[in-house]
């Protein structure tokens, strides 16, 4: 979908198509919301306003059948919990179980939720462009395209419809074109941008309890009617002073820097990351010493093998298509710079495992634990632990992986060959030296190396039996610790070679 460079008015085609309209651009408080998109983002953030709204229905709505029913499983007959849900997030089964049926609903008929809505969410996935113009790094609109047309055709009465996924800057102008042209006389819409900045594996808290709820609009009084419905709705939990509105624009805009200044810290740090493993510095001394700075403050400077994660490197992308769109280029090269150094930190933490263990580690048993792109998901989207065991794969390693949350079958499916990678090389095809196991014990067991790879609290020192780890492997005993998350002492004493992101050579050795 286009961006239109056209001024955005306020959608009221009762006007334009003659009919009368009975009190345009006025809406009543919000009583049923409908949520286009029952991912990562739709299912929490609608099942919180379930749960903090009793007095609003709230019915999520997917095109993919299989999605739905998981939102609908039974509960485990043993321990009660929602453990079929298709995301897995700390709290969210609680609150499901707390709402569902009463006034949080999930459904495959998406036309009857949103005829019914007073709200329309659309949360559908905006991924990268695979290919045609922009591939790469355009977002693909396609499916906030089709909702919206949807929208448009079966609406028999006028909504608010919220822009929920990240979209790049002016969406909402083509969602307006699209509204226009496909609905029925006499109806009223009006479109509000409302990002969503909730990270996985805290969302429950971050939704509860979130920095700022943005909402953005046009500056009309339908528009400002509509940004204040959407508000009434978060002030049921979030404090007024917390909900910021803005232009339409910026509030798109905004979704885009964040993710693009948060990005930017986490490649800041990796890349003195890298000067610290040559100097002696330590990355954790170094991170906390700036951080100390309220000017910078403390927050994402964990050092780690690479940020992934759904978000970043889309977002991202985004931006630099749009600047390079508006003939921006030196903005553009800026931010792919980010991209860039996240690229070099990955292969820079791989090469380095295969450096040391002596240059080969072909029919190497290799084990990584944690392929989820951080802790406390089963989500794998853009994992940096992708990148990192198709390179082992490539180098023919025997690569054994456990993680708390990953299926399986997703493991394999993320590391199945294509004929050629990036770079031309071909890999083995299938993922045969691929063994996925049930604990972290299992996969250590005989290996050469262990990579950690997401920062599962299970992994630290305190909580796995690194000793039994050690007895049970091959000698020298390696650790890549690409997360800096364990006690690198406490391991060298069991007689671990120790090799953390972000820590060098010893400290005595750095004077000499
Ligand atoms: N994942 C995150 O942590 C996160 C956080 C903030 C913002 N976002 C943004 O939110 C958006 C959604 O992300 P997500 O992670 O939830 O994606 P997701 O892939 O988990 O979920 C999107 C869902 O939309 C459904 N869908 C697509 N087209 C549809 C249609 N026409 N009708 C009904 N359903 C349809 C898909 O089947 C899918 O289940 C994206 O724009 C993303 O950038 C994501
Ligand atoms: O200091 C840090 C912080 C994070 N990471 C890594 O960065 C990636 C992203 O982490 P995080 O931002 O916590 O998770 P996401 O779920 O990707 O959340 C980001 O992306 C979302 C989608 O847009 C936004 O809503 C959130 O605000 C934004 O934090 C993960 O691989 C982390 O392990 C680091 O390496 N070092």
């Known amino acids: 979908m286009a961006t239109a460079a056209s001024p955005l008015s306020t959608t009221t085609l009762g006007a334009a198509n003659g009919t009368s ?12 919301i409908c949520c286009i998109g029952a991912g990562y983002v739709g299912g929490p953030t609608c099942s919180i306003i379930a749960a903090r709204c009793p007095h609003i229905d709230v019915t999520i709505v997917d095109i993919n059948p299989a999605r739905i029913a998981a939102w609908n499983s039974d509960p485990d007959p043993l321990t009660g919990d929602l453990t079929g849900l298709p995301v897995f997030e700390p709290g969210l089964s609680d609150i499901v179980k707390e709402c569902r049926g009463r006034n949080l609903f999930f459904s495959t008929d998406v036309d009857e939720a949103i005829r019914k809505a007073d709200l329309v969410f659309v949360s559908v996935n905006t991924p990268t462009k695979k290919s045609g113009v ?35 800057c002016r969406t909402a102008s083509s969602m307006r074109v699209i509204l226009e042209s496909n609905s029925r006389p006499g109806i009223h819409f009006d479109i509000l941008s409302n990002p969503e900045f909730l990270a996985e ?8 309890a979130p920095d700022r709820v943005l909402i953005g609009s046009l500056d009309t009084e339908s528009g400002q009617c509509a940004a204040d ?20 624009w910026s509030s798109e805009l905004s979704k885009l820097a964040a993710n693009a200044l948060l990005a930017q810290r ?43 994660g759904s978000c970043f490197q889309k977002d991202i992308l985004n931006l630099v298509y749009l600047s390079e769109s508006l003939g921006l280029t030196p903005v553009a090269n800026y931010w792919k710079q980010v991209i860039e150094m996240n690229e070099w930190s990955k292969n820079r933490f791989a090469h380095k495992v295969v ?13 990584v634990l944690g392929f989820s792109f951080k802790d406390n998901t089963g989500d794998t989207r853009e994992s940096p632990a992708i990148t990192v ?3 082992f794969r490539r180098e023919l390693a025997r690569v054994s992986i456990y993680d708390p949350k990953v299926p399986e079958a997703q493991i394999h499916a993320d590391l199945v060959d294509r004929e050629h990678d990036a770079t031309g090389v071909v890999a083995p095809q299938g993922t045969n030296n691929v063994t996925v196991c049930s604990s972290a014990l299992e996969a250590c067991k005989d290996a050469e190396a262990v990579v950690v790879l997401s920062p599962w609290r299970e992994f630290r020192c305190e909580n796995l039996d690194w000793g039994h780890i050690y007895e049970n492997m091959s000698k020298p005993a390696f650790v890549f ?22 820590t060098g050579p010893e400290k005595t050795d750095a004077w000499l």
């Open 229 to 248: 419905r959407l508000s009434e709705v978060y002030e049921n939990w979030v404090p007024a002073e917390r909900i910021y509105m803005t232009g339409l």
């Open 21 to 32: 309209l009975a009190s345009p651009g006025i809406h009543p408080p919000v009583r049923s």
């Open 389 to 391: 065991c198709r390179f």
């Open 481 to 502: 610790d690409g997360r800096a998350m364990l006690d690198a002492e406490k391991l060298k004493k069991i007689g671990f070679k120790v090799h953390a992101v972000g």
């Open 355 to 367: 450096q040391t263990l002596f240059n080969t580690i072909t029919g190497k048993k290799v084990a």
């Open 266 to 308: 986490i490649s800041s740090i990796n890349s003195l990351a890298a000067i610290c493993e040559s100097t002696g510095a330590s990355i954790h001394e170094v991170a906390h010493a700036c951080g100390l700075d309220r000017r910078i403050g403390p927050q994402f400077l964990q050092a780690s093998v690479g940020f992934g």
């Open 201 to 208: 594996g805290t969302a429950m808290r971050d939704l509860q």
């Open 134 to 168: 922009g591939a790469g790094y355009a977002a693909d609109l396609h499916y906030v395209e089709s909702s919206t047309r949807r929208i448009a055709q079966v609406a028999t009465s006028s909504k608010i419809i919220v822009e929920k996924s990240t979209v790049p």
